[in-house]
């Protein structure tokens, strides 16, 4: 198994640009979630999926859509690059959500805003 | 809203046992108390969890007293490669995980 996969590693957008951020899990797991973390700072919940079809909004979602068309997919719109989105953008999954399920992270994108 | 309070940062030698202690004092009845480690440039990794008393793996031993309010991730012996940054994780709604700041482990030869 891979795990969890994330692509690109690296990215720079100038502002106002658009892109998308790939995540793919190969575990069957119905929970998948994206995370951005700041320099010195914890992760930020942005969205979450707990299934095929279904998402909703973490902590931070404004400026992210996010849509969940197959379990193995959950694919991280950036609809208008600003600079406050520079981050290390991170995906993960689990196998159903709740407190009791370990998440398996991926490698991570690291974002450059221009 | 199930946030978490623990130290900013620690420093400690090679051989040392290390303790970390996290308060989550609004916890849910259903929430389990989880631990990740995360190292420079790396996506966190899962260390331990537990439910309630104590739990002990491969890597380390979670102390989880009566009421829950808070919780202590052991490391016995800890080595240079233990330096990473430790996440106690609280939860909203059990759907929203919560990571906080967490506590920078510093481990000197």
């Known amino acids: 198994n891979a795990g969890v996969t994330q692509t690109p590693k690296f990215q720079v957008l100038k502002t106002g640009q658009s892109m998308t951020l790939q995540c793919a899990q190969d575990?069957?797991?119905?929970?998948m979630s994206w995370y951005r973390q700041d320099p010195g700072m914890g992760l930020r919940l942005i969205h979450y999926?707990?299934?095929?079809?279904?998402?909703d909004q973490g902590e931070v979602p404004n400026g992210y859509n996010v849509s969940r068309s197959t379990t193995e997919d959950f694919p991280l719109r950036l609809l208008s690059a600003a600079p406050s989105q520079t981050s290390v953008y991170f995906c993960?999954?689990?196998?159903?959500?709740?407190?009791?399920?370990?998440?398996?992270f991926g490698p991570g994108t690291r974002l450059t805003v221009l | 809203l199930a946030k978490t309070t623990q130290p900013i940062s620690m420093d400690s030698y090679e051989g040392q046992e290390v303790n970390i202690t996290c308060s989550h004092n609004?916890?849910?009845?259903?929430?389990?108390i989880t631990w990740y480690q995360q190292f420079p440039s790396q996506g966190p990794r899962f260390i331990i969890q537990?439910?309630?008393t104590k739990v002990t793996n491969e890597v380390a031993s979670l102390f989880i007293p009566a009421d829950r309010k808070s919780s202590t991730l052991s490391l016995p012996r800890v080595s240079l490669s233990d330096t990473a940054v430790y996440y106690c994780?609280?939860?909203?709604?059990?759907?929203?995980?919560?990571f906080g700041a967490g506590t920078r482990l510093f481990v000197k030869a």
């Open positions: 609004n916890i849910a009845t259903n929430d389990y």
């Open positions: 537990g439910y309630k």
């Open positions: 999926s707990v299934g095929a079809g279904i998402t």
């Open positions: 994780l609280g939860y909203t709604g059990g759907f929203k995980t919560i």
């Open positions: 575990m069957n797991h119905e929970y």
């Open positions: 993960a999954s689990s196998q159903t959500s709740g407190s009791v399920n370990e998440q398996f």
